[in-house]
């Protein structure tokens, strides 16, 4: 349907329900004004029903001036109002005509109507609680209950009209409150389901029933001890003149949304004054007597009223029954703020932050009234929804450079702010009641919390927000805490593993160095004293020959001259390998070349201009650490060509060997001992060493030293 037909039919149908929801209250006024006309004396009670009957005749005409404009259900609820007006003005008005009209035939037919029309305002009156709080009947069982009403209305009248009996006075004042209380159940059960403007016409609903009933108990009471007020009947219904007034109050958008803080006091108020009154009737006509004098009335009267103000008063008492009331009015929520309370209790505890903030949702979905609550955490670009009540699984919200600063710094926000700058939280809600709360600390946005009301519900309060935003505070300084734990925890790991490592790799320095010790010592009883062993013997034997053969005497000392000079050279290159006697006179740059010159491949050497002389144990750790570079890389890369580089930078000497050779994985070689050693040399001084290589592509060993002035 196109929007303008639809507005047309909406027109259409809004002017259909007016017409008949103006008709009958004006049809009940007409009949009370055609009963004020019947002339005759005019009782108390007699005075009051008729006001009520035109006072709920107005009453119904309100409801559908306000609904032509707002909902359909609005309209029927006014109507049934009317209709109970016009019943209630049909029975007095026939009631008088019986009473004063002295014709048989129109006083008796006067009689029936009165008979058949009384209780039927009963079956209004229960259907109207039953219809609360749209005049709508949604279920059957209820449609039921109100045909049943009607029918036992209709066969009662027609019953006492059959057998010419009129319905009795007290037979209406014992059979009407019994309808309504009968009632009342369903229309709290209809209460508890309801939500937004539909609650509070049931809250002012609710309030007027209390002022009634708390007028007329005061009234009985005050006529039971001190005989006032006279007609205490009348005062009594007359008090009942605060129900339709509290259904036009209901239609006024200025008071509408204060209906469950008046309905609250309005219980508190009517408790306090049912126990005053209890007392008094207990202790006046249950251990004494009534006043049988004015004087005595009069300070009776005097006392009661202040009695009465002493229980508003009395403040432990009205804190019980507020509480009482509040619980009735918001069923099972708790006040806004108890979310708070209980959060920052929670933080004191060990309790894991997951679930803190599963805690949080839950409380906050339980206090507000909340369809979902929902907790987003992240510090980077991306927010993650790490919980929500009901569960409505992983969703996040990415943030650009220039929404993250805007969201840290904004406070509780609604819908409008949402659409332009998180319209994310929008998507499948654009029709329900959001408040976003950012979750921040000095600056930096740490979450969101976002809550949810159907459209319908109860506007988020003042109060609400203020409780939204110092959750929001108690929870950046629990994520801000969260975070140093963790970065805490991070750093204790790091050192932990650092620990291990040290440990692991002082084991291996031990183990290495007596490795080298043994090395040393194989080499030295293998190698060189084997050959001075041989030139003690040769030296023996030429000792002998050298009278009978002086030329074998000198070939033999030519040979162990030349076994000498090779016994020096293997004594010289075993104390190379120990620490290089090079290295130690002339520093790095000198020895890398001539380690370089030894191998077998083609070394380039770059020394830069700043790198002089070193701590003996920085000197060693790189030279060794490039000399296994070059020994892998001559065993790996036969035949490449190697590019060795030594420079400081940034408060450290750096060397790099690059060579052009096959490459090989650098994750297997990491487990190898050459990179072992390395790595143990360059941490042992607080060094660090990186391989670099990949099949095809060469390898590049890569370490640093810090300089420590």
Known sequence: MEPAAAAR??????????????????????????????????????????????????????????????????????????????????????ARIAAHD????????????????????????????????????????????????????????????????????IAGAFVWPLALLCALPAARMRYVRTAGHDRERMQWLGTGLLVAAEVALLSAV?????????????????????????????????????????LVHAMAAAGSSVIVAAIYLVIVLGFGQAPDNQATRDILGLSVLAAAIAALALLPARARLTA??????????????????????RMTRAVAM???????????????????????????????????????????IVLTDRERPVVARAGVSGNAWAAIWLPGLLQGREHAQLRVAPVSHAGDLLGLIVVERPERADAFTEEDDRVLTELARQAGLAFHNARLD??????????????????????????????????????????????????????????????EDAAGAAEML?????????????????????????????????????????S????????????????AEVEAAVYFSCTEALQNAAKHAEGATVQLRLWTEAGGLLFSVADDGPGFDAAVARRGHGYVNMADRLGAIGGTVRWDSRPGHGAVVSGSVPLVP
């Open 222 to 262: 005050l006529h039971l001890l001190i005989g006032w007020p006279g007609p205490a009947g009348a005062v009594a219904a007359g008090a009942a003149v605060a129900v339709p007034l509290a259904l036009v109050l209901a239609e006024w958008p200025a008071v509408a949304p204060s209906g469950g803080r008046i």
């Open 486 to 547: 963790s970065a805490l925890q991070t750093t204790l790991d790091a050192l932990r593993q650092q620990a291990e490592e040290l440990r692991e790799s002082r084991a291996r320095i031990v183990a290495s160095g007596d490795a080298e010790r043994r090395r040393v010592e194989r080499n030295l009883h293998d190698g060189a004293q084997q050959h001075l062993v041989a030139l003690a013997i040769s030296l023996r034997l030429t000792k002998d020959i050298v009278t």
């Open 354 to 396: 997951d679930e803190l903030l599963l805690q949080l949702a839950e409380s906050l979905r339980k206090t507000m009234g909340l369809t979902r609550a929902e907790i987003y955490t992240g510090t980077g670009d991306v927010l993650e929804r790490a919980v929500s009540v009901p569960d409505a699984g992983r969703d996040s």
């Open 102 to 169: 002295g014709t048989a035939d129109r006083h008796q037919t006067a009689r029936v109507v009165a008979t058949l029309a009384a209780p039927l305002v009963i079956a209004i009156s229960f259907h109207f609680l039953l219809a609360l709080p749209d005049g709508r009947l949604v279920r059957s069982g209820r449609r039921i209950l109100a045909v049943l009403g009607y029918v036992s209305a209709v066969g009662t009248g027609a019953g006492l009209a059959i057998v010419h009996q009129p319905f009795g006075v």
């Open 600 to 615: 077998p491949l083609t070394v380039y050497v770059t020394v830069a201009d700043e790198v002089g002389r070193y701590p």
């Open 9 to 94: 039919a909406g027109s259409r149908s809004g002017v259909r329900h007016l017409v008949p929801g103006l008709l009958v209250p004006l049809a009940a006024v007409a009949v009370a004004a055609i009963g004020l006309r019947v002339p005759g004396g005019w009782p108390a009670a007699d005075a009051v029903a008729f006001a009520l009957a035109i006072t709920w005749a107005l009453a119904g005409i309100a409801g559908p001036v306000a609904a032509h404009h707002r909902a359909p259900g609005q309209l029927s609820l006014g109507l049934l109002a009317a209709l109970g007006a016009l019943a209630a003005a049909t029975a007095l008005t026939a």
């Open 324 to 345: 009482f009331a509040t619980r009735y009015v918001y069923g099972t929520r708790e006040a806004p703020d108890e979310a708070l309370r209980t959060f920052g209790s």
């Open 558 to 598: 030519g040979q162990m001259a030349e076994d000498v000079q090779a016994t020096i050279k293997e004594l010289r290159e075993l104390a190379h390998g120990l620490y290089p006697p090079l290295l130690a006179d002339n520093g790095l740059g000198d020895a890398l070349r001539a380690t370089a010159g030894r």
